[in-house]
């Protein structure tokens, strides 16, 4: 059965009442249906609440950053076992705002996913090319270098717990999503990459699609093939479009 994880990466938005108003809005609204995971991530300072709130539900809760080591003197950061403590299960990483306005690189990043996969959780790794890259025809190149040191010393055994997100930068925040036929051919792209890296867990990560997913271009999207779910900003902030991207998904399951 074809698999989807539809997850609102709330960025910097929602303060304590309204993070936790939107957690209860989604609450109210899922019914939940095997093969669509719903997951919902809310900057740091919310999620213990929120995570309370979706406690008992089917509703899993994520961090949109970590830091990679443990504990110690890092002023400002979280570590993957403060996160883990308060029941995350997934943490996004190497978003491309993160890469672009925080200069992180794939290697950092590439850090990060060692550190979540260590503590048993799951770790969104985002990818994605620029305007320029693909004017230039480079897309391709960027993603598999993006691949290529980002999954660095991941064994194939922890391959089943990553999940990649393919954003097109230009895409992302601009109300316009990218092609079918382009998001189809990215994710070919990312998938035989994935199979031959990890050739027993490869075919089965969970590869989603975000920039501007919409409840008018959910399904469309969600059809595509090797589209295994959507991260999605800006429509992930109200529950009605939140919720009507995750119909969408589970129509199709
Ligand atoms: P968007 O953001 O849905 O607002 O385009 C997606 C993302 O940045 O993850």
Same mark, same amino acid.
């Given at each position: 059965?074809?698999?989807?994880?539809?997850?609102?990466?709330?960025?910097?938005?929602?303060?304590?009442?309204?993070?936790?108003e939107?957690?209860?809005?989604?609450?109210?609204?899922?019914?939940?249906?095997?093969?669509?995971?719903?997951?919902?991530?809310?900057?740091?300072?919310?999620?213990?609440?929120?995570?309370?709130? &979706?406690?008992?539900?089917?509703?899993?809760?994520? +961090?949109? #950053?970590?830091?990679? %080591? !443990?504990?110690?003197? @890092?002023?400002?950061?979280?570590?993957?076992?403060?996160?883990?403590?308060?029941?995350?299960?997934?943490?996004?990483?190497?978003?491309?705002?993160?890469?672009?306005?925080?200069?992180?690189?794939?290697e950092?990043?590439?850090?990060?996913a060692?550190?979540?996969?260590?503590?048993?959780?799951?770790?969104?790794?985002?990818?994605?090319?620029?305007?320029?890259?693909?004017?230039?025809?480079?897309?391709?190149?960027?993603?598999?270098?993006q691949?290529?040191?980002?999954?660095?010393?991941?064994s194939?055994?922890?391959?089943?717990?990553?999940?990649?997100?393919?954003?097109? &930068?230009?895409?992302?925040?601009?109300?316009?999503? +990218?092609? #079918?036929?382009?998001? %189809? !051919?990215?994710?070919? @792209?990312?998938?035989?990459?994935?199979s031959?890296?990890?050739?027993?867990?490869?075919?089965?990560?969970?590869?989603?699609?975000?920039?501007?997913?919409?409840?008018?271009?959910?399904?469309?999207?969600?059809?595509?093939?090797?589209?295994?779910?959507?991260?999605?900003?800006?429509?992930?902030l109200?529950?009605?479009?939140?919720?009507?991207?995750?119909?969408?998904?589970?129509?199709?399951?």
């Open positions: 059965m074809r698999q989807y994880l539809i997850a609102g990466n709330w960025k910097m938005h929602t303060d304590i009442n309204s993070s936790v939107l957690a209860v809005g989604i609450k109210n609204d899922l019914i939940t249906k095997e093969g669509v995971i719903v997951l919902v991530c809310p900057p740091f300072i919310n999620l213990w609440h929120v995570a309370q709130e &979706v406690k008992s539900t089917d509703i899993f809760v994520g +961090a949109q #950053n970590c830091y990679y %080591e !443990d504990k110690g003197a @890092f002023t400002g950061e979280i570590s993957v076992n403060m996160i883990k403590s308060i029941g995350c299960e997934y943490i996004i990483i190497g978003h491309s705002e993160r890469r672009a306005i925080f200069n992180e690189q794939d950092l990043i590439n850090k990060k060692h550190a979540i996969l260590k503590k048993g959780i799951k770790p969104i790794i985002c990818i994605g090319e620029t305007l320029d890259d693909r004017r230039a025809e480079k897309t391709n190149r960027v993603l598999h270098h691949l290529d040191i980002g999954l660095l010393g991941i194939d055994d922890q391959a089943k717990d990553i999940v990649i997100a393919y954003e097109p &930068v230009w895409a992302i925040g601009t109300g316009i999503s +990218a092609e #079918n036929q382009q998001i %189809e !051919d990215a994710h070919r @792209f990312i998938r035989n990459f994935l031959e890296r990890f050739a027993t867990n490869g075919k089965n990560i969970l590869i989603q699609y975000g920039g501007s997913v919409n409840p008018d271009n959910a399904a469309e999207i969600l059809s595509i093939e090797n589209v295994n779910g959507a991260l999605i900003g800006g429509a992930s109200k529950a009605d479009s939140f919720m009507a991207i995750v119909n969408a998904a589970q129509s199709l399951v």
